[in-house]
């Protein structure tokens, strides 16, 4: 089985290495292609991953090139971690919304859309060179903004799965609470891409029992804590939010603390150069524990869980993905790119089904709409380009939703991407 990482010069790549080659058994990898422009670091961490497959007894082979079309030929899965601009952008990003009085953050409101709007053609034309070379290939999406990125490669007919590590995070820190095996916790996981609630957390599967109540009631305090909410918003709410919604629930809170500290842009990048030395050392040959602080904790995990049940081998049968909605959230479009549980299978290449989910509360189905409609003219934005469409996307989202706010973003997000958009 042949696999292929576009964006191999990444730091986050030592952790998706170990966890293909501890999941060997479940993810036979017989070659490993990493793939990026940047040769010095591509290389600093192919050799890494070499002395990682070594260290645990991996036949298998690993390689590194810079040629796109070359690293996909015959591959059966590529997995997509890229980040078009660097933390350059990131930074960016994080910045030039506060001068708006809105959250600066790189995939949700304005920074968010700076991302997609840059990333997506991206990936699109890195999608159609694998459909040359690789037509049945899966491409299997980290890349952020993971839903409308996911969007945009389904519209286009691409055979791809969005993929995302909050859920398998939340997983694994509700497992620990409880005392479970992590593959024992099932969640009752809804939404988008960044935007979810656990409306359930069962034991044993999507039928057992749901452990939700008993959980906040014995360890409320931790989750809150870790959600950096208070605890009476899990209370009213009833369900455990994804972290990602306290940009909503405490917009005001966050732009002033963001205001007061470093960017996560600034402290990621500070990591990176530590990471980058480490991986350095010829003696090192497992992931630093650094790693973890740097974030996509489980990706590894998930990853090779995904590309394990969309090739026929031995992944989990039902597992959180970013696929089209297909009627699972009714009041969503079919196209829509909802993340849920669903069954993923290799039978005939049709990929993840949803399963079915409870109706959703009108608290969540509202928000849930809200940004659906903004990721419709975001990807638009991204796809043909403009002025105007930009500053629709940005009226539209539920974190701006005013005329002068969304000019001002608009007109920053322009200057501080014009060597990206060469429609701006």
């Known amino acids: 089985m042949k696999l292929a990482v576009v964006g191999g010069g990444s730091t986050y790549t030592p952790e998706l290495i ?44 690993v390689t590194t090139t810079t040629d796109l079309d070359a690293g996909v030929a015959g591959a059966d899965a590529v997995l ?42 991206v990936v699109l034309d890195i999608a159609e060179r694998v459909r040359r070379v690789s037509p049945d290939a899966w491409i299997i999406d980290f890349t952020n903004p993971v839903g409308i990125v996911t969007r945009a490669l389904l519209r286009a007919g691409h055979k791809a799965v969005g993929l995302c590590n909050v859920a398998i995070g939340l997983q694994r820190k509700f497992a620990a609470l409880l005392d479970l095996a992590p593959s024992d916790v099932h969640l009752d996981h809804v939404g988008l891409n960044h935007l979810t609630w656990e409306l359930g957390v069962r034991k044993g599967g999507p039928d057992g029992e749901d452990m939700l109540a008993g959980l906040l009631a014995a360890h409320g305090e931790a989750v809150a804590s870790d959600l950096r909410l208070p605890r009476a918003v899990l209370d009213r709410l009833g369900v455990v939010p994804s972290y990602y919604l306290r940009y909503f629930y405490s917009h005001d809170e966050v732009v002033r603390e963001l205001g007061t500290k470093p960017s996560r842009a600034a402290e990621v990048a500070a990591m990176e ?28 995990e998930a990853a090779v869980d995904l590309a394990a049940a969309l090739l026929g081998g031995g992944g989990t049968d039902v597992q959180v993905v970013n696929t089209y909605n297909n009627g699972t959230l009714p009041f969503l479009p079919d196209d829509a790119v909802v993340e849920v549980q669903a069954r993923v299978r290799a039978t005939g ?39 105007e469409r930009v500053s629709k996307a940005l009226l539209a989202h539920p974190l701006v939703g005013q005329y002068d706010l969304a000019e001002g973003l608009t007109d920053r997000l322009l200057a501080h991407n014009k060597e990206h958009l060469p429609w701006a």
């Open 18 to 61: 170990d966890g293909f080659a501890r999941l060997r058994d479940t993810l036979p990898v017989s070659e490993l292609v990493l793939i990026d422009p940047a040769t010095e670091r591509l290389e600093l961490i192919g050799a890494l991953a070499r002395r990682i497959f070594a260290r645990q007894d991996h036949g298998g082979k």
């Open 80 to 121: 997509l971690q890229l980040r078009v601009g660097g933390q350059a952008a990131r930074l960016q990003d994080e910045t030039w919304p506060l001068e708006c009085g809105c959250v600066g953050q790189e995939t949700t409101g304005a920074g968010g859309l700076a991302k997609a709007l840059r990333t997506v053609p």
């Open 273 to 300: 150069r530590e990471l980058l030395r480490l991986y350095a050392d010829p003696a090192l040959d497992e992931k630093p524990a650094l790693l973890a602080r740097r974030g996509g904790a489980f990706y590894s």
């Open 349 to 387: 290449g049709a990929g993840p089904v949803p399963l079915p989910v409870p109706r959703l509360d009108p608290l969540f189905t509202g928000l849930i709409a809200h940004v659906s409609a903004y990721e419709d003219l975001a990807l638009d934005a991204a796809l043909r380009g403009g002025r």
